[in-house]
């Protein structure tokens, strides 16, 4: 694993934002995310999507702190996940009091693939699901997640958001359970390239009360994401490696940050740098130019008034190679 997984978690938990919601039918690529949190680009609809998964995310991790993981904590997550997007409309952070199902467009409740439980019931459930995830030990942690998903998909208690947020619960629950010391295993990958099984091994359970066949999907999803996760952050360590070494030989300034900072945020700005490294303008596109010079970073004029970017290329490629 890399000696500073910290760097790897941003790009990691933006590789799921983009997957997680494009199971729900955006388009937004992980290049165009990174390219949007630089800054000076207007955002498009699919893209503030994820940028909302995103915070959710970092507001959730941030919250357990604090909150355990609940009712309470799954709400604010899901208001932050809807926030002036797609769905802003559908009570964001409410429990939902009207009945709901979940099919093919146009489908009614008569016709759908699935009627989750009444409005009425959807308090107590999650009441029942809160005490599962925070029963004493015993089911083995990945199957308790994957109950936990299952659950959470087929109770449905929102409007819309339930499969995002659903496939963030298990970070969290990992997390809880002292699984994950970082946020570093997503499986939103793995479901979108597999959308079809993902969602008839959920219908099958419901169906004719097929766990089998659920848990060893999400089971073989831990297996190829873990397996995933470990080589991304192979390659990236060794790029870093790389890269800190020709920086070191030509002992530039706060270049070494920079290449840092490349890691967490593959396009960069001399404003982002000079705001997260605490740095003068100056120092910061000095820094900047240099990896430039040095072929770790690609100057890319963009954004409305030709303000220059700087982009990872090779970090980048890691990152979106296919599975």
């Given at each position: 694993?890399?000696?500073?997984?910290?760097?790897?978690?941003?790009?990691?938990l933006?590789?799921?934002?983009?997957?997680?919601?494009?199971?729900?039918?955006?388009?937004?690529?992980?290049?165009?995310?990174?390219d949007?949190?630089?800054?000076?680009?207007?955002?498009?609809?699919?893209?503030?999507?994820?940028?909302?998964?995103?915070?959710?995310?970092?507001?959730?991790l941030?919250?357990?702190?604090?909150?355990?993981?609940?009712?309470?904590?799954?709400?604010?997550?899901?208001?932050?996940?809807?926030?002036?997007?797609?769905?802003?409309?559908?009570?964001?952070?409410?429990?939902?009091?009207?009945?709901?199902?979940?099919?093919?467009?146009?489908?009614?409740?008569?016709?759908?693939?699935?009627?989750?439980?009444?409005?009425?019931?959807?308090?107590?459930?999650?009441?029942?699901?809160?005490?599962?995830?925070?029963?004493?030990?015993?089911?083995?942690?990945?199957?308790?997640?994957?109950?936990?998903?299952?659950?959470?998909?087929?109770i449905?208690?929102?409007?819309?958001?339930?499969?995002?947020?659903?496939r963030l619960?298990v970070?969290?629950?990992?997390?809880?359970?002292?699984?994950?010391?970082e946020?570093?295993?997503y499986?939103?990958?793995?479901?979108?390239?597999?959308?079809?099984q993902?969602?008839?091994?959920?219908?099958?359970?419901?169906e004719?009360?097929?766990?089998?066949?659920?848990?060893?999907?999400?089971?073989?999803?831990?297996c190829?994401?873990?397996?995933?996760?470990?080589?991304?952050?192979e390659?990236?360590?060794?790029?870093?490696?790389?890269?800190?070494?020709?920086?070191?030989?030509?002992?530039?300034?706060?270049?070494?940050?920079?290449?840092?900072?490349?890691?967490?945020?593959?396009?960069?700005t001399?404003?982002?740098?000079?705001?997260r490294?605490?740095?003068?303008?100056?120092?910061?596109?000095?820094?900047?130019r240099?990896?430039?010079?040095?072929?770790?970073?690609?100057?890319?004029?963009?954004?409305?008034?030709?303000q220059?970017?700087?982009?990872?290329?090779?970090?980048?490629?890691?990152?979106?190679?296919?599975?």
């Open positions: 694993m890399a000696p500073r997984p910290q760097l790897l978690v941003g790009p990691y933006r590789r799921e934002a983009v997957s997680s919601t494009r199971i729900e039918g955006t388009q937004a690529s992980l290049a165009e995310v990174f949007a949190e630089a800054g000076d680009l207007p955002l498009g609809p699919d893209v503030e999507e994820v940028i909302n998964y995103v915070r959710a995310m970092e507001t959730g941030h919250r357990l702190s604090t909150l355990p993981l609940s009712t309470r904590l799954i709400r604010e997550m899901h208001a932050v996940i809807l926030a002036g997007v797609r769905g802003r409309e559908r009570q964001p952070g409410e429990l939902r009091t009207t009945q709901n199902s979940i099919g093919p467009p146009g489908a009614s409740i008569a016709t759908a693939t699935f009627v989750p439980p009444p409005p009425d019931e959807v308090g107590a459930l999650l009441d029942d699901l809160e005490r599962f995830v925070h029963e004493p030990p015993g089911t083995p942690p990945l199957v308790q997640a994957a109950l936990l998903h299952y659950q959470f998909e087929t449905h208690p929102f409007l819309d958001g339930n499969g995002r947020l659903g619960l970070v969290f629950f990992l997390v809880v359970r002292g699984r994950l010391p946020p570093l295993l499986l939103s990958p793995y479901f979108e390239a597999r959308r079809a993902y969602y008839d091994a959920l219908q099958g359970v419901r004719r009360g097929d766990f089998d066949r659920w848990l060893a999907i999400f089971l073989d999803a831990v190829a994401q873990a397996a995933d996760a470990v080589t991304r952050a390659r990236l360590t060794d790029l870093r490696e790389r890269y800190r070494a020709g920086v070191q030989a030509s002992t530039r300034g706060a270049a070494n940050q920079v290449v840092d900072l490349a890691f967490e945020q593959p396009v960069l001399a404003r982002a740098v000079e705001r490294l605490t740095i003068t303008r100056p120092a910061a596109l000095k820094a900047l240099h990896l430039a010079e040095l072929g770790i970073l690609v100057e890319v004029p963009t954004g409305p008034r030709g220059l970017r700087w982009r990872a290329e090779s970090v980048l490629a890691v990152l979106t190679a296919e599975d």
